[in-house]
C-alpha cells in the first residue's frame, strides 16, 4: 500500500473510523477485510512505466473499475466522507454517485498533475497533454468539496488555478513518529536511499558519488532500497565506476516498517532528487522520514525542501551535483558531531510539518469525528491481503 495511503487509514483505524478501500491489488477482491475496520475492494492491474503511453491506459483501466466499485458503495451506504487521492485527477469523478446522495467529497492531491506531467514528458506548459492535466485539474478541484494538497509551493499554486482558500488543506507527507525507535547507525558505515528506481529521483547522481568516495573510505557502501525500471542501468553504472561491490541494491520495495528499520541504521541518508520542475514544489517522504528518526541527511536543494529545512538542517547540494553531494558527505563523515547537530536541527524544523500537528487537519478536511468514509485510490503497489 502507499505509505501516505497506509498512514492515512492507519489514522482513520485509530479514530475509530470503518473504511473502504477500492485501489489495485494483487488479485480481484470484493470486500476482503485485511485489517479490522477496513474492507479492500481491489482490481489487479499491473503497473508499467516504460513508455508514456501506459500511464492513461493504468488511469483509464483504473477510473473504470473505481467507478463501478464505488458506485455501488455509495448505493449500499451513506459515507460521511468519500476520499479520492490521485494521480490522476479525474478518479475524483469516480464519485458521482455519492456526489448525487451528498456525501462529502475529497480529492487527496498527493500530485500536481500538470507539472508531473511536464516533467515525466519532459515537455513544456504549453504542451497539449499538459494543458489537458490543468484543464481536468481545474475540473477536479472545482467538483471537490475539498482538497487536499501536501505542500505550501502546491497549496499556492492550486490557488492560482481558481482553488478558494477555505476549500483547500495542507497535509504533508509525514507519519507518525511516536512509536519509530531514534537512529543507531551501524558499523561498518553506509550511505542510504529508500526510493523508486526512476530517473527523477537521481539516484544515478549518488552512485556517481560514491564513485568519487569510495577510494577515500573504503569501508563506506551505498544502499539502495527500491525498484523501478531504471535499476537494470543503475546496476550497470555501478559497474561501470567499478564499484559493483559497494553499492548494494534490495531488488524490490521492503515493507514499510524493514524499511525504516534498515534506514535508522544508515549513517547517512541520502535524498537526490533532480530539479525537473516538479521536484521544486514536493517536500518528500523521504525527508521527513529520515528526520523524524534521525538520520543525517544530505539533500538536492529544491525550492519547497529548502523553504522548510534551513541550511544547518539538511547538507544541501545543487541538483544533479555529484561532486556536491560527495563533499557534503564527506564533510560529515569527517565530522559525526557536526552531522548529529544537523539531524536534531532538522527535527526542530519538522513540528510543523510532523503528523501529530497534520492529523488534526487531515480529519477536519474530511469532516470526520466518527465516521465511515469511503477512500478511492490507485496505488503503486500490491495492497496485501
Not at 497533454?129 to 502546491?154: F, G
Not at 577510494?215 to 525498484?227: K, V
Amino acid at each position: 500500500m502507499q505509505t501516505t495511503l497506509r498512514r492515512n487509514v492507519t489514522e482513520l483505524r485509530r479514530q475509530g473510523v470503518q473504511v473502504d478501500l477500492v485501489c489495485l491489488t494483487d488479485r480481484l477482491t470484493w470486500g476482503a477485510r485485511t485489517a479490522p475496520g477496513v474492507r479492500v475492494f481491489g482490481i489487479p492491474f499491473r503497473q508499467r512505466r516504460t513508455h508514456a503511453i501506459w500511464y492513461p491506459v493504468h488511469y483509464a483501466s483504473f477510473f473504470v473499475w473505481a467507478l463501478i466499485a464505488a458506485s455501488v458503495l455509495a448505493l449500499g451506504r451513506r459515507y460521511d466522507a468519500v476520499e479520492v487521492d490521485n494521480t490522476p485527477d479525474f478518479l475524483v469523478f469516480t464519485a458521482v454517485i455519492a456526489r448525487l446522495r451528498r456525501m462529502r467529497i475529497v480529492l487527496f492531491s498527493m500530485e500536481l498533475m500538470p507539472e508531473l506531467t511536464a516533467a515525466r514528458l519532459r515537455v513544456g506548459p504549453g504542451a497539449l497533454s499538459v494543458r489537458i492535466a490543468t484543464r481536468l485539474e481545474r475540473a477536479a478541484i472545482a467538483w471537490a468539496d475539498h482538497v487536499i494538497t501536501v505542500s505550501e509551493p502546491c497549496r499556492r499554486i492550486l490557488l492560482g488555478r481558481g482553488l478558494k482558500d477555505h476549500k483547500v488543506s495542507v497535509v504533508p507527507n509525514s507519519h507518525g513518529t511516536a512509536e519509530l525507535e531514534p537512529a543507531r547507525p551501524a558499523s561498518p558505515p553506509f550511505l542510504v536511499i529508500q526510493t523508486t528506481l526512476i530517473e527523477r529521483y537521481g539516484v544515478r547522481v549518488a552512485i556517481e558519488a560514491m564513485g568519487e568516495l569510495a577510494p577515500q573510505f573504503p569501508r563506506l557502501t551505498l544502499e539502495i532500497l527500491g525498484e523501478g525500471e531504471g535499476e537494470a542501468a543503475l546496476i550497470e553504472l555501478t559497474t561501470r565506476l567499478g564499484i559493483a561491490d559497494r553499492v548494494h541494491f534490495s531488488h524490490h520495495y521492503l515493507p514499510w516498517g524493514e524499511m525504516i528499520d534498515r534506514v535508522r541504521q544508515a549513517t547517512l541518508g541520502i535524498v537526490p532528487l533532480l530539479a525537473d520542475g516538479y521536484g521544486d514544489l514536493c517536500v518528500p517522504n523521504k525527508v521527513l522520514e529520515l528526520t523524524a528518526i534521525g538520520v543525517p541527511t544530505v539533500c538536492s536543494r529544491l525550492p519547497a525542501i529548502a523553504e522548510h529545512f534551513p541550511p544547518d538542517a539538511l547538507a544541501y547540494f545543487e541538483p544533479g551535483d555529484a561532486g556536491g553531494l560527495a563533499a557534503q558527505v564527506r564533510r560529515l563523515l569527517a565530522d559525526p558531531g557536526a552531522a548529529h547537530r544537523q539531524a536534531a536541527r532538522a527535527q526542530e524544523s519538522m513540528r510543523v510539518l510532523s503528523w501529530d500537528t497534520a492529523a488534526t487537519r487531515y480529519l477536519a478536511a474530511l469532516g470526520l469525528h466518527r465516521a465511515d468514509p469511503l477512500m478511492t485510490q490507485r496505488t503503486d503497489h500490491a495492497l496485501a491481503t
